[in-house]
């Protein structure tokens, strides 16, 4: 399905900005919404492990031409960008390092090494460490094997402090810089994998709103409009983060409020998702 700029613009004007409801059925039938299967396709295909490799070369590069040795990732999206893996941050460090030279390097509680290496596809080695040991004795293993004794560390902008105050206790003769240069330079670019993804994630979105906002029904809460957009995300092939709803005078509150809202004749929604 492609929604062109007139259609969206109807439908930012129904559905997300101050869609007034005229309207309504006497009350919400929860069985009667059923999410079409068929939905927007584009073809977009998962990003390949040659895309991530070819994003690690790019990022080796970058840190030769900005004096950086290495890049440490911690959990989070640039993890995920350059790997794949996706992992909670814990209080537990897992990271993965990217030298100048070499290939991905991680270091990982023992506990969680199965999971881990269920994940990896960039790389193959683990390092492992007890709960009675340190995991920056480890990295700072990774580094002396890499020859690293001095020098910048490039650290990407989600690694956590308590990770970075650890690595520089343990390497003292190295100092811990903004990995953005290289991080920054390498996401802000998009590859057209990339952008038919974002270009599908969207279309499933303005689906989802669209078929939902035909389903409005006085009395319905702002709950069962969330999860109705959002199964209607995951039937079309999407993963949704969330779906906020708001109605009447909440949808004044950018991220809602603690009070549940029921849908009355009137009322203005509001759909961010």
């Known amino acids: 399905m492609n929604i062109k700029r007139k259609e969206f613009i109807k439908l930012g004007a129904l559905a997300v900005t101050a869609g007034t409801i005229l309207s309504f059925s006497?009350?919400?039938?929860?069985?009667?919404?059923?999410?079409?299967?068929?939905?927007?396709?584009?073809?977009?295909?998962?990003i390949s492990v040659a895309e991530r490799e070819s994003r690690v070369a790019k990022a080796q590069q970058l840190l030769v031409e900005n004096n950086m040795a290495a890049l440490?990732?911690?959990?989070?999206?640039?993890?995920?960008?350059?790997t794949g893996i996706e992992w909670w941050p814990s209080e537990r460090v897992m990271v993965a390092i990217i030298p100048a030279n070499g290939a991905v390097k991680y270091v990982c509680p023992a506990f969680e090494e199965d999971r881990l290496k269920e994940q990896i596809t960039i790389g193959k080695d683990v390092y492992v460490w007890q709960e009675d040991e340190s995991p920056y004795r480890l990295i700072a293993n990774i580094f002396k094997d890499a020859d690293i004794k001095s020098g910048n560390i490039g650290i990407e902008e989600r690694v956590r402090y308590f990770i970075v105050d650890g690595i520089q206790k343990e390497v003292p003769n190295i100092r811990c810089v903004s990995g953005d240069p290289v991080t920054v330079a390498c996401r802000i670019i998009k590859s057209k994998a990339e952008i038919a993804l974002m270009q599908e994630a969207n279309d499933i979105t303005l689906a989802a709103i669209a078929q939902s906002a035909a389903q409005l029904k006085e009395g319905m809460t702002q709950g069962e409009l969330s999860l109705m957009i959002m199964s209607v995300q995951?039937?079309?092939?999407?993963?949704?983060?969330f779906a906020l709803c708001l109605f009447g005078k909440d949808s004044a509150f950018p991220h809602g409020t603690l009070t549940p809202g029921i849908l009355k004749k009137g009322d203005i929604v509001l759909m961010d998702c």
């Open 26 to 46: 006497s009350g919400p039938n929860r069985n009667s919404f059923k999410a079409t299967k068929s939905g927007p396709t584009s073809g977009a295909e998962p």
């Open 72 to 82: 440490v990732l911690d959990s989070g999206t640039s993890l995920e960008y350059f």
């Open 234 to 241: 995951r039937d079309l092939g999407g993963s949704p983060d």
